[in-house]
């Protein structure tokens, strides 16, 4: 992918998971399950830590323009994206 052009700052994580499968073997959604349960039966699981070391960023170097922009994406402050939008 270094062909592509990159956006400074970003990074985008991709999860593929196993869709969650009932006893009777049909495969469960959000559709199908009550939203309380999305957790229990794993129609929603929550992403790994950042610091839990599961992900590989060797393909996500840090090049100096993004050095010279961390300090200024640190201090904005952080609005509603419906507010950003606008």
């Known amino acids: 992918m270094d062909y592509l052009e990159k956006m400074p700052c970003t990074s985008i994580l991709v999860r593929i998971l196993r869709a969650p499968v ?5 495969v469960l959604s959000a559709k199908t399950v009550p939203s309380n349960q999305w957790a229990e039966k794993g129609i929603v699981v929550p992403a790994p830590k950042y610091d839990s070391g599961l ?5 996500c ?3 100096d323009v993004e050095l010279e922009l961390f300090p ?3 201090d904005r402050v952080e609005m509603p994206l419906k507010d950003t939008a606008e």
Do not use: I, Q, W
């Open 22 to 26: 009932a006893p009777n073997g049909s």
């Open 55 to 59: 992900y590989n960023t060797s393909l």
């Open 61 to 63: 170097p840090v090049t």
């Open 72 to 74: 200024a994406r640190a």
